[in-house]
Structures are given as structure tokens and as C-alpha cells.
């Protein structure tokens, strides 16, 4: 399976927020949000087009995406899916994506940017 790379500041964040929850809501609804936030980013590895593609003026953020956490749909994940080349298979090359391989039997990486709350 594929991996997700996380950008500094997604554990700042996520600290930022898990704190914020600790604090006014108890620490077991912190403790159900970090859960979901990694139930999310397996989602993200198995199915990356599942995020709402974001249209963006700067080209350096072409392909951005953002999908929310589970159960806490105010919070957003905010990532740009890297398909990794395959040129071995069969499908990929069937669909015409000129060996950019999505499928998530395949090694796809993630870059998560961010997970900010709305």
C-alpha cells in the first residue's frame, strides 16, 4: 500500500485542534478525533480521488484536493494525491493514463497539507 507524507504543520494542527476538543468537549471526543483523522487518512490511501478537487489560480497548487475527517465534518484535509508509475499495469495502461497508476492495489503516495477546522 501506499504512504502519506505529512507537511509540518499537519501535526501542529492536529495538536492545536486535539487540545482545543480536550478542553471544551472532554478527552474522549479528542481522543474519537485523532481516531478519525487517521481513519480518514487510510480512506485517502485506499480511494485518492475520493476528495472534492479544489480549483486553485496558483499552478503550484494543481491537484489540491480536500476531503473532512469522519464524523467531524467541520475539519478539513487538505492534500495533493502523487500517482507513483506503473508501467506494468495492465489496467492503467487500458484506461489510457499513461502509466499513472490510482488504483489502491498499487503504491500511491500522499501529501497531506493540512487539517484545519471551518
Not at 500500500?1 to 504543520?9: A, D, K, L, T, V
Not at 489560480?57 to 476531503?67: H, I, N, Q, S
Not at 478539513?76 to 493514463?97: D, K, N, Q, V
Request: overall charge neutral; proline content about 8%; charged content about 20%.
Amino acid at each position: 500500500m501506499g504512504r502519506i507524507y505529512r507537511r509540518p504543520g499537519v501535526r501542529r494542527d492536529l495538536i492545536a485542534h486535539y487540545c482545543y476538543l480536550a478542553e471544551n468537549a472532554g478527552e474522549a471526543v479528542a481522543d474519537e478525533f485523532l481516531s478519525r483523522v487517521e481513519a480518514s487518512f487510510n480512506d485517502l490511501l485506499e480511494q485518492p480521488k475520493i476528495g472534492a478537487p479544489l480549483t486553485l489560480r496558483p499552478t503550484e497548487l494543481a491537484g489540491l484536493r480536500k476531503w473532512p475527517v469522519k464524523d467531524f465534518d467541520n475539519v478539513l484535509i487538505f492534500y495533493l494525491p502523487h500517482p507513483m508509475a506503473c508501467p506494468s499495469c495492465e489496467s492503467c495502461m487500458l484506461r489510457g493514463t499513461g502509466g499513472a497508476c490510482w488504483g489502491s492495489s498499487h503504491s500511491v503516495n500522499r501529501t497531506i497539507s493540512s487539517v484545519i477546522p471551518i
